[in-house]
């Protein structure tokens, strides 16, 4: 576990080890996460790539996508029907 102090401003110093973890530098942002009463800070950036991808869960089957291959046959077949 590891801590931070508020200052009087509300701001924290999010120690070196959990910035690592999420990836983030400064300047970057981070989002604070509220789930059953825990609030939890995530990197914005991971969690719109996880939204993202659960919004696209079951697509690759649904459009008969199986391997790689399929996916670079179905790009070319559209840009051949948008010329």
Known sequence: ????????KGQI???IVIR??????DGDKVAFIEQD???M??????LAIDEA??????EAERLGLKNE????DMVN???QARK
Do not use: W
């Open 1 to 8: 576990m590891e801590l931070a102090k508020i200052t009087s």
């Open 13 to 15: 110093t999010i120690p």
């Open 20 to 25: 690592r973890l999420l990836n983030v530098s």
């Open 37 to 39: 009463g825990k609030f």
């Open 41 to 46: 800070l995530v990197n914005p950036l991971s």
């Open 53 to 58: 991808r659960a919004g696209f869960a079951g």
């Open 69 to 72: 291959q399929d996916v670079a």
């Open 77 to 79: 077949e559209i840009r």
